[in-house]
């Protein structure tokens, strides 16, 4: 509050006194002739006049300490006053989200349209519309921290949905029943989820992992108290996982402190962002809006309009698009029941590193295995699956899966044909066996492993052959492909995926026999010298689905 300004000698004295008119000694005017007041004796108008002066300064001077007490009450009261707009400034303010332990339910919306980009053959880059509604709903409770800058919660989703449309093509997803409990940990940039049970499939982690995290949001705030109109840089590592980035390279976002309203405080986030989103890099310009509940310590409101120009990558198409993300969240005294003590007993916080390995299913194929966050599928269909592994969007290795015709109950493949099959299979490319191993999985599949090397187009290349059956005469082929250079990168990580291979229910409808014939003679490997039928060889995917050599490798373009 402001002093009030000082009278002006007009506003003392008014309302102005009668204009009087004093006639000439000796005029004979009389009372009747006069103004209405009697001119016998000018000193008594002068009187009157210094009177009222006195009488106006003085209840001036009244109003004056009337006005300071005023004063000291509204600086005594500051803690309002100050949060009233355009009060003048205000003291500091703390920003800072309540101790973790309050259970908060959080509801998400996301939309987004624009344009997906890829490269066709031949054909340069093709573009097709899109658009999405991504919708959640989920209570969140804090498990607390371990280990520096690591942030456990568990969650259950009681809803979480996806709608995308790319040109005529409507594709839903929802997360299903049995995965609605996760454990979600915050490191660093890196935002990762882990379910009791198993690990999470790709398209389940892509419901869960939207834009706008909401244990990011207090990263967003100010970590010292601020004043209404104070801002404060926002860093990479908070950007990335709020908008779920990969990484993040060039940061410029800013908050402010705008203003309070009802005792809420009004932030203001604007900003541009250069990084990386699942190997392909990305430019994002955001502004956001956040509201935070001053008494209940929590961020109640969150609106974020983003702009996003994602390049085409080897993992995924491109995107050109505008988005809006809304979070409203509310605040429990308690756990809500889906989140209590008992609830969440099956969660413990040792699961987080599980939260990096993702579940892929082949329904066509009827098997399954787990794979760390590296690898991505590029092709699945009923004849084979085509996993590559990036790492910072280099190509490091690739894994092709090929169900093979089942073989007679109760047999399998010894290893010796099939080592003189790998061998067959590389005389084009001067290769040579350099390891051949036999054994069994802790599921009880039975394994033949054959490694060799060998030049593709002048390049070192090395193999890793897998035969895999089971007692029902249930066979699949795997093969990795790992350029001699990247093997250390690489890091054995085909054993450990074969060490996790399923064997999965058939469906009614799949025909044993049929397609891995037909996709064995595709391949084109040749006549077998061994003995066995063609089915009963991998089909080996060496120089046609190699990683490429260096002067056309996507991990050389660069």
């Known amino acids: 509050m402001s002093f009030a300004s000082r009278p002006s000698s007009r506003q003392i004295f008014a309302p102005e006194s009668p204009s009087l008119t004093f006639p000439a000694s000796g005029s004979g005017v009389g009372p009747s002739h006069g103004a209405g007041y009697r001119m016998n004796a000018p000193a008594r108008p002068t009187r009157w006049r210094i009177r009222n002066v006195r009488t106006i300064a003085a209840r001036w001077e009244s109003s004056v300490r009337i006005g300071l007490l005023a004063s000291i009450v509204v600086l005594a009261l500051g803690g309002f006053i100050w949060a009233e707009p355009g009060d003048g400034p205000s003291a500091p303010i703390e920003l800072t989200v309540a101790e973790p332990g309050i259970c908060r339910v959080h509801h998400v919306v996301l939309e987004a349209q624009g344009e997906m980009k890829w490269n066709a053959a031949e054909q340069g880059e093709r573009r097709s519309p899109v658009t999405l509604r991504g919708e959640q709903t989920f209570g969140e409770r804090r498990l607390g921290e371990s280990g520096g800058d690591a942030i456990h919660a568990a969650r259950f989703y009681r809803s979480a949905q996806v709608e995308s449309r790319i040109r005529d093509q409507v594709s839903r997803q929802t997360l299903s029943e049995q995965q609605r409990l996760v454990l979600a940990t915050l490191r ?13 499939t790709r398209s389940e982690l892509d419901l869960l992992d939207v834009p706008g995290c909401t244990l990011a949001v207090p990263r967003l705030l100010p970590i010292r108290p601020v004043r209404i109109g104070e801002s404060w840089d926002i860093d990479a590592d908070t950007m990335a996982a709020f908008l779920g980035l990969s990484r993040v390279t060039v940061c410029d976002t800013r908050a402010t402190f705008r203003r309070i309203e009802r005792g809420v405080a009004l932030i203001e986030i604007t900003g541009e962002v250069t990084g990386r989103a699942d190997g392909s890099g990305t430019r994002i310009e955001l502004e956001a809006k956040v509201n935070f509940d001053l008494a209940a310590r929590d961020v109640v409101w969150l609106a974020v309009s983003l702009k996003e120009d994602r390049d085409i990558s080897d993992t995924q ?8 993300l809304r979070v409203v969240s509310q605040s429990h005294a308690t756990p809500i029941a889906e989140l ?32 760390d966050e590296g690898w991505r599928v590029i092709v699945d269909r009923h004849d084979s699956m085509v996993l590559r592994l990036f790492d910072d969007g280099s190509l490091v290795g690739q894994l092709v899966v090929t169900p093979l015709a089942d073989g007679p109950p109760g047999k399998t493949l010894a290893l010796r044909p099939f080592q003189e099959e790998a061998i067959q299979a590389l005389k084009a490319h001067s290769g040579q066996v350099v390891d051949s191993a036999e054994g069994k999985s802790s599921d009880g599949v039975r394994v033949l492993r054959v490694t060799a090397t060998g030049m593709v187009s002048d390049v070192s290349m090395q193999w890793v052959y897998y035969h895999l059956s089971d007692e029902q005469g249930r066979r699949v082929g ?38 891995a014939e037909k996709r064995t003679h595709e391949a084109g490997s040749g006549d077998t010298t061994s003995g066995e039928k063609a089915s009963d060889r991998l089909s080996m995917p060496i120089s046609s689905r190699a990683p490429v050599p260096p002067k056309s490798s996507p991990s050389q373009r660069k």
């Open 317 to 324: 198409p491109g995107l050109e698009l505008t988005a809006r």
């Open 478 to 515: 795997l093969t990795f492909t790992v350029q001699t250079d990247l093997a250390e990168r690489f890091a054995e990580r085909d054993r450990a995926m074969v060490e996790t291979f399923r064997f999965e229910p058939r469906e009614a409808s799949q025909k044993a026999g049929t397609p």
């Open 188 to 200: 660093g940039a890196h935002l990762t989820f882990a379910a009791p049970g198993r690990p999470l």
């Open 340 to 371: 209590s003590d008992e609830a969440i007993g099956r969660l413990d916080v040792g699961m987080s590193d599980a939260g990096r390995l993702v579940r892929v299913v082949s329904r066509e194929g009827a098997f399954s295995l787990v794979h």
